[in-house]
């Protein structure tokens, strides 16, 4: 099934799908060249070399780009998901630049070339260029990280003298998950010294949420004990981190006995986590000087929260797990018919908890739906197929799509559309599919 709308295009010259391409991408690369070139080492003559090369072919791959050139093969790097990609590009984009292709197939196909012409190296295979960025902003979050771990312990340890509602927490922690995928930090709640949190913010942050499904979610949720709970995660760092917070007490609770971690098997969207994200966050968490600012209690906390996650992992209670599809060109419309066994595998979840905004577009297929049409109906057959998952999206909004919202709430928001990009409003949307 294909929807019954167009899909953004960065051929449309007001929207931030053309900005994007124009600037943003390029920006993006240079990013990545810029990060090679610094680990550039004369000691190292053959890896200098490659490294010389790789810089010179993403530069090219911005000139393609700038000239508007039309999308050419991507060079075979012994991957398996190369079939599929040139499948893809012949059957539908043969013709087609990067400006008329539509926006989620062109940038989709942006980060399968930049892994391409890293994969196809000796000495910088197993690169990520965007690692540095990844790095440099997981620091700057130290404070909201420490906080989060006392609040965690808090609200799981049996000592504790703050009770507080399952439903209450499960909002919380759902909400701390959204903004961990805002590009700004600011919008996360707070917590008071008192560990309580910080109601002004709270409910200031609230009000950015256009739709909050997250009551139907818990309902949905807690009629079950010992139920499976998938993340189909988005960023690493702090969003992961965010996302670990609420697994864990998800776990915790008794209402959920697997946790299925679903990561990008390539970097990806520069910072979608990957299993060396994943690996690296607990890593640095325990780590003693990563956080050069932390005190020993911090420290001792961090390394607590650690040691029970690593322990989850050992006891299968968290599943980390990666699939093509998730890296591929393909919108979820078409996720039970091109990655079959993992729609066969989800469908044992008791919800599928897709995160962050390039997740949203693929849910929705990209298109340019009107902001009212209700959410099931933008993610067809992932709300009305026979198996149709039970799923939840938490996105704060990247790009110029928002679907669900309720008449009159687009015009309240002003003609000027940056709010759907800004990332400063977010959408919780549920659905409980057909199980
Ligand atoms: O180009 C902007 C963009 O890359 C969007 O295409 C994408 O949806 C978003 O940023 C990435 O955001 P997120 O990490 O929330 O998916
Ligand atoms: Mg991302």
């Given at each position: 099934?294909?929807?019954?709308?167009?899909?953004?295009?960065?051929?449309?010259?007001?929207?931030?799908?053309?900005?994007?391409?124009?600037?943003?991408?390029?920006?993006?690369?240079?990013?990545?060249?810029?990060?090679?070139?610094?680990?550039?080492?004369?000691?190292?003559?053959?890896?200098?070399?490659?490294?010389?090369?790789?810089?010179?072919?993403?530069?090219?791959?911005?000139?393609?780009?700038?000239?508007?050139?039309?999308?050419?093969?991507?060079?075979?790097?012994?991957?398996?998901?190369?079939?599929?990609?040139?499948?893809?590009?012949?059957?539908?984009?043969?013709?087609?630049?990067?400006?008329?292709?539509?926006?989620?197939?062109?940038?989709?196909?942006?980060?399968?070339?930049?892994?391409?012409?890293?994969?196809?190296?000796?000495?910088?295979?197993?690169?990520?260029?965007?690692?540095?960025?990844?790095?440099?902003?997981f620091?700057?979050s130290f404070t909201e990280i420490f906080e989060f771990s006392k609040r965690i312990d808090e609200l799981i340890s049996?000592?504790s003298?703050?009770?507080?509602?399952?439903?209450?927490?499960?909002?919380e922690l759902?909400?701390i998950s959204?903004?961990g995928?805002?590009?700004?930090?600011?919008?996360l709640p707070n917590f008071?010294?008192?560990g309580?949190?910080?109601?002004?913010?709270?409910?200031?942050?609230?009000?950015?949420?256009?739709?909050?499904?997250?009551?139907?979610?818990?309902?949905?949720?807690?009629?079950?004990?010992?139920?499976?709970?998938?993340?189909?995660?988005?960023?690493?760092g702090f969003?992961l981190y965010s996302d670990l917070i609420f697994s864990d007490w998800?776990?915790q609770?008794?209402?959920?006995?697997?946790?299925?971690?679903?990561?990008?098997?390539?970097?990806?969207?520069?910072?979608?986590?990957?299993?060396?994200?994943?690996?690296?966050l607990l890593?640095t968490l325990k780590s003693?000087?990563f956080f050069?600012s932390a005190s020993e209690i911090e420290k001792s906390s961090l390394k607590k929260l650690v040691d029970r996650w690593e322990?989850?992992?050992?006891?299968?209670?968290?599943?980390?797990?990666?699939?093509?599809?998730?890296?591929?060109?393909?919108?979820?419309?078409?996720?039970?018919?091109?990655?079959?066994?993992?729609?066969?595998?989800?469908?044992?979840?008791?919800?599928?908890?897709?995160?962050?905004?390039?997740?949203?577009?693929?849910?929705?297929?990209?298109?340019?739906?009107?902001?009212?049409?209700?959410?099931?109906?933008?993610?067809?057959?992932?709300?009305?197929?026979?198996?149709?998952?039970?799923?939840?999206?938490?996105?704060?909004?990247?790009?110029?799509?928002?679907?669900?919202?309720?008449?009159?709430?687009?015009?309240?928001?002003?003609?000027?559309?940056?709010?759907?990009?800004?990332?400063?409003?977010?959408?919780?949307?549920?659905?409980?599919?057909?199980?």
């Amino acid at each position: 099934a294909n929807p019954p709308r167009p899909a953004l295009r960065a051929a449309d010259k007001e929207t931030f799908a053309h900005f994007t391409a124009r600037h943003r991408w390029r920006d993006i690369i240079k990013k990545a060249i810029d990060n090679i070139c610094d680990l550039l080492n004369s000691s190292e003559i053959d890896k200098n070399e490659e490294g010389k090369k790789i810089m010179a072919s993403m530069e090219e791959l911005i000139n393609q780009i700038q000239r508007n050139d039309q999308l050419i093969q991507i060079e075979d790097d012994g991957r398996s998901d190369i079939v599929i990609w040139t499948n893809v590009l012949n059957t539908y984009f043969k013709d087609e630049n990067w400006f008329t292709a539509t926006w989620l197939f062109a940038e989709s196909y942006l980060y399968r070339r930049i892994i391409s012409i890293i994969t196809n190296t000796k000495h910088w295979k197993n690169y990520d260029p965007y690692f540095r960025q990844k790095e440099e902003a997981f620091k700057f979050s130290f404070t909201e990280i420490f906080e989060f771990s006392k609040r965690i312990d808090e609200l799981i340890s049996s000592s504790s003298k703050i009770k507080i509602d399952d439903n209450i927490i499960f909002y919380e922690l759902a909400q701390i998950s959204l903004w961990g995928n805002a590009t700004d930090l600011s919008m996360l709640p707070n917590f008071g010294n008192d560990g309580n949190i910080e109601t002004k913010r709270f409910e200031e942050s609230k009000k950015n949420i256009l739709v909050n499904d997250l009551e139907k979610a818990w309902k949905w949720l807690s009629k079950f004990s010992n139920a499976r709970v998938d993340f189909v995660l988005d960023n690493a760092g702090f969003e992961l981190y965010s996302d670990l917070i609420f697994s864990d007490w998800l776990i915790q609770s008794g209402y959920v006995s697997e946790v299925y971690l679903h990561v990008k098997s390539f970097p990806w969207f520069v910072s979608d986590t990957t299993l060396d994200d994943f690996d690296w966050l607990l890593k640095t968490l325990k780590s003693n000087d990563f956080f050069s600012s932390a005190s020993e209690i911090e420290k001792s906390s961090l390394k607590k929260l650690v040691d029970r996650w690593e322990s989850y992992i050992t006891n299968s209670k968290w599943i980390i797990t990666s699939d093509f599809f998730w890296t591929s060109p393909y919108s979820f419309w078409h996720l039970e018919e091109k990655a079959p066994e993992l729609y066969i595998d989800l469908c044992k979840s008791h919800l599928v908890i897709f995160k962050g905004d390039l997740n949203y577009r693929k849910l929705v297929y990209d298109c340019k739906w009107e902001t009212t049409t209700p959410f099931k109906e933008a993610i067809g057959p992932l709300a009305n197929s026979k198996n149709a998952l039970p799923l939840l999206s938490l996105r704060t909004g990247k790009s110029d799509l928002f679907v669900g919202l309720d008449e009159g709430v687009e015009e309240r928001l002003g003609p000027d559309k940056s709010w759907m990009y800004s990332g400063k409003y977010a959408v919780i949307q549920f659905s409980e599919g057909n199980k």
